[in-house]
């Protein structure tokens, strides 16, 4: 059975909301002993043991926005300054997935913590609502607006991922960009107005013509490329007929546990039929919990 934890959960900086509202707190944390974690635009920079590099507010741009993340447990002060511009592609680089299999669990959280929020504050210097400067405040967990006071938030958008189950085979997609014979399990952004469980019978319907029922809730995953909490769920499908919509899916097809073990008795989990997804996505929680296996 898999104890691995989900990743980007499990930080152990504490968030220490009771501070974000009291300047005089913050500024005194801003000190010797503050830590600011070292970024390459968003990517993590590691140290020589391979796991997250730390500096000091020497190395940091007077001027720069700095986003309180939390206290250690020394109660020294961790920091994480916005960068200038974000990359175009949202999606993970290869230099990002490579950390997260370095970095060991609570400081992949901290990693993913402080991605989610420097991306957000370099995305939202501006008001949505009145087009004014915005400036950073309550520590960096809010942007309000010099123009017309309109306060901002953090966002974090809801994706549901799931598992469709029929008669002891499970449905999975690909995408594209994935390497050759990879699937995994299929996505879908929450859409205003619908339940989780409404999203999933719907993403589902869509990207490859399933009706489902009995939609679970099983885990959750913060996801921040760029802020997305990835919301796991498993369904039962009514049939197995596919009607794939290829401008979501590049292939769907349903997979039979012997593929599926075969894949993951394989090394690296790449099977003759089937890569199973990467260790550190919720997809590949999501399929070891089918299997019996978490």
């Known amino acids: 059975m898999s104890t691995r934890p989900i990743a980007f959960t499990g930080g152990l900086l504490d968030r220490s909301d009771q501070l974000r509202n009291d300047p005089e707190a ?10 600011v974690l070292r970024l390459e ?8 043991e391979g796991g997250l590099a730390w500096g ?10 700095l986003v309180f993340l939390g206290l250690d447990a020394e109660g020294r002060g961790h920091f994480v300054a916005a960068p200038a511009s974000v990359p175009a592609s949202p999606h993970a680089s290869p230099r990002s997935w490579a950390a997260m299999a370095m970095l060991s669990p609570d400081q ?14 370099a995305r939202h210097r501006h008001c949505a609502q009145c087009g004014g400067a915005t400036r950073l405040a309550k520590g960096g967990w809010q942007r309000n607006c010099e123009g017309c ?24 997609g690909r995408q594209p960009r994935f390497p050759p014979r ?31 029922d009995d939609v679970r809730y099983v885990a959750s995953q913060p996801w921040p490329f760029p802020s997305s ?20 899916l590049e292939d769907a ?30 997809a590949r929680h999501l399929v070891e919990r089918w299997m019996g296996m978490a």
């Open 253 to 282: 097809r349903w997979f039979s546990r012997a593929e599926i073990a075969e894949a993951f008795a394989a090394p690296g989990g790449e099977g003759p039929s089937l890569i199973v997804p990467p260790p550190f996505a919720i």
């Open 108 to 121: 992949l959280a901290s990693y993913g913590t402080a991605r989610a929020l420097a991306s957000w504050h």
């Open 41 to 48: 635009g968003l990517e993590p920079v590691l140290d020589a």
């Open 229 to 248: 909490l990835m919301i796991g769920c498993h369904a039962v499908a009514r049939s197995r007929e596919l009607v794939i919509d290829h401008t979501e």
């Open 149 to 172: 006071g309109a306060e901002h938030f953090p966002r974090t958008d809801p994706v549901t991922i799931m598992t469709v189950e029929h008669e002891d085979a499970l449905l999975m």
């Open 26 to 35: 913050l500024g005194a944390l801003l000190g010797p002993r503050a830590r």
């Open 182 to 212: 990879r699937y995994s399990a299929l996505a879908g952004f929450v859409e205003p107005g619908e339940s989780l469980e409404e999203a999933v019978a719907r993403e589902v319907f869509e990207e490859a013509g399933v009706r489902v």
């Open 56 to 65: 000091s507010l020497a190395e940091i741009d007077p001027v720069a926005e």
